[in-house]
């Protein structure tokens, strides 16, 4: 069975730009969680995903936004970027809640 | 809300055994984790225990789960230097009658393994 995939895996961005990532669950997952992973704030909890629906957010600003398809699959959006946006962005998938979540390779971001 | 802790480094010799700490505040988890990340990649999940067991044996893994204490070891026996990497220590962040995938991550802790 496919694990998760995270596409793109680098991306490099100028202040001010928005970016799109997007993240496959594994098959049969509903649910997606998305991360951000600093070295000054570790792994930080942005939102999660299931049917459709936002489940649960992190203490993220509103540029930071995602949604969630019908095939499962999940896109975060980052408007106006700033430099302290980048990060390795980590998506995770699991079957519905409470499960363990197997974690993508994540998309290394990098905003200058 | 849920506040996770690890030591942030270990240095062990090939051969010995590691045992990586963690402590967390919230005792309504149901499932607690270890991931482990290796450069550049991303988590790879490693073992969990249901928190209603006090240990769990995994071949060279050993998870220890103290509730009272509210304290969770990582154990590996026989160390290799391709254990090399970051351990995170992960707790569900749970909402009360709710369900969520939520996790609260540890700070990790760096495992370098001397040959």
């Known amino acids: 069975k496919a694990g998760v995939t995270q596409t793109p895996r680098y991306l490099i961005k100028t202040r001010g730009q928005q970016v799109t990532l997007s993240c496959s669950p594994i098959?049969?997952?509903?649910?997606v969680s998305w991360y951000q992973q600093t070295p000054g704030q570790g792994l930080q909890f942005l939102f999660e995903?299931?049917?459709?629906?936002?489940?649960n957010k992190g203490n993220f600003p509103g540029r930071f936004s995602g949604r969630q398809f019908s095939n499962s699959r999940s896109e975060m959006n980052v408007s106006t970027l700033e430099l302290g946006d980048s990060a390795l962005y980590l998506c995770a998938s699991t079957l519905s809640g409470g499960e363990t979540q197997y974690f993508g390779p994540g998309t290394r971001l990098l905003v200058l | 809300g849920e506040d996770v802790e690890q030591s942030l480094f270990l240095s062990v010799r090939e051969g010995d055994s590691s045992v990586i700490n963690c402590t967390y505040t919230d005792s309504s988890s149901t499932y607690l984790y270890w991931y482990k990340q290796e450069p550049g990649a991303g988590l790879q999940l490693l073992t969990y225990?249901?928190?209603?067991?006090d240990m769990k044996q995994d071949q060279r893994l050993t998870v220890l789960l103290n509730k009272k204490d509210k304290h969770l070891s990582l154990r590996i026996a026989d160390t290799q230097t391709g254990d090399s990497a970051i351990y995170f220590c992960?707790?569900?962040?749970?909402?009360?009658?709710?369900?969520?995938?939520?996790?609260?991550f540890g700070t990790g802790t760096l495992l370098a393994v001397q040959p």
């Open positions: 992960a707790v569900p962040d749970v909402p009360y009658g709710g369900a969520t995938n939520k996790l609260i």
């Open positions: 098959s049969g997952h509903r649910s």
């Open positions: 225990i249901f928190s209603n067991m």
């Open positions: 995903y299931f049917s459709e629906t936002q489940r």
